[in-house]
């Protein structure tokens, strides 16, 4: 009798952590995307309201071979259904992928990009004198090297990565008042949360703009679906999020100068 509670219980273990497995992450490629071209009919993930949305909506939603867009507000969401099989891959930008396949080994990306895009500071419309200023400050950075090093600090060799942080000057002037920054922090390496602290690329970029131009820089972390719309009622000053410049944003906001470019990648579970 022992022996048979024995079996029963190990069975009942062995079930449940089947059971709890397969809730989480199903291990292999079974969706059959390997290209681009084996996208149509499948169940493709984007994070609502990005260029990836945009471009899956424009290219399959509708489509003769029924393909199925799945929406979720934040990108770690996304990289949960895919882990549970609820969708066969995901759409988005290069330096978000990455972060997520180094913390996950069941998911790669495919070698194959989806697209390439350039990324912009969206300014509230009308606002050319705020977009101009930008502008000259994002020169003076790129000159002097420091959009370099603020990259290089979260995506450069190992060796560097990390070690050359950016930080204000000590005597950085604040007297033009506070610049509100609207945010989406679930986007590594570019917006992202450190305990309580939103951090990344685009957060140490906006801070270096403030410094040249007088502002105090206060961020704001919201939906990403929601930052166009607090840049045009006056909510936020300015969006910075991986925002790709397309000509439906154009048509609602001010664009920068482009201060860096990305590429939207596919990624399946291995």
Known sequence: ????????????????????????????????????????????????GTTGDTYVTDEYEGDDAGTKIERFNKANDTVMALKQGKIDCII??????????????????????????????????????????????????????????????????????????????EDA???????????????????YYEGDKIVGIDVEMAQAVCDKLGYELKVEDMEFNAIMNAVASGKADIGVAGMTVTEDRKENANFTDTYTTAKQVIIVRK
């Open 1 to 48: 009798m022992k022996n048979m509670k024995k079996f029963a219980a190990l069975a009942l273990c062995a079930a449940m952590t089947a059971s709890m497995m397969g809730a989480v992450t199903v291990s292999a490629n079974d969706s059959g995307v390997e290209s681009i071209d084996d996208l149509a009919g499948k169940k493709i993930g984007v994070q609502l």
């Open 173 to 191: 002037d604040r007297s033009n008042g506070t610049l509100t920054m609207a945010t989406n922090a679930t986007f590594p390496p570019y917006e």
């Open 92 to 169: 988005i930008d290069s330096l978000p992928a990455e972060e997520f396949v180094k913390n996950n080994d069941d998911l790669e990306i495919l070698e194959e990009d989806f697209a390439t895009e350039e990324y912009a500071i969206a300014v509230k419309k009308g606002n050319d004198e705020l977009t101009e200023a930008i502008n000259g400050a994002l020169k003076e950075l790129k000159e002097e090297g420091i959009l370099d090093q603020i990259n290089e600090n979260y995506i450069g060799s190992d060796d560097v990565k990390g070690t050359c942080p950016y930080e204000s000057p």
